[in-house]
């Protein structure tokens, strides 16, 4: 499994920004995938997780996040609406091979994105 983060770049604040995830390979394993973000010096940040193929639902909101999927075009996407400057970080996408819940470690995630850049200037 491959995956490839983009859509990162520079945002006024209270702008609205969508990530995209690019999956490729033996995406028919997957069973979690998830956003992640972190900023330099602190610790990776769990953002939102989706089932892949075991969740009817295609896309799940929490606060200003929304994580959605298409698997026909094998993507997942991360919509992140009214931005602050604190969400200025690198966001990356992960997947899991096994069912995750929001409590799990990023270690858990057995595949990564190369992350993409959010500035968010005030």
């Known amino acids: 499994v491959q995956l490839q983060a983009s859509g990162g770049g520079l945002v006024q604040a209270g702008g609205s920004l969508k990530l995209s995830c690019a999956i490729s390979?033996?995406?028919?394993?997957?069973?979690?995938m998830a956003w992640f973000r972190q900023t330099p010096g602190k610790e990776r940040e769990f953002l939102l997780l989706?089932?892949?193929?075991?969740?009817v639902s295609t896309e799940i909101v929490k606060d200003r996040f929304t994580i959605s999927k298409d698997n026909a075009k094998k993507s997942l996407f991360l919509q992140m609406k009214s931005l602050k400057p604190e969400d200025t970080a690198v966001y990356f996408c992960?997947?899991?091979?096994?069912?995750?819940?929001?409590?799990?470690?990023?270690?858990?995630?057995?595949?990564w994105g190369q992350g993409t850049l959010v500035t968010v200037s005030s």
């Open positions: 989706i089932k892949y193929w075991h969740d």
């Open positions: 390979g033996d995406e028919f394993s997957i069973r979690t």
């Open positions: 992960a997947a899991s091979l096994f069912l995750l819940d929001d409590n799990a470690s990023d270690e858990m995630y057995e595949y």
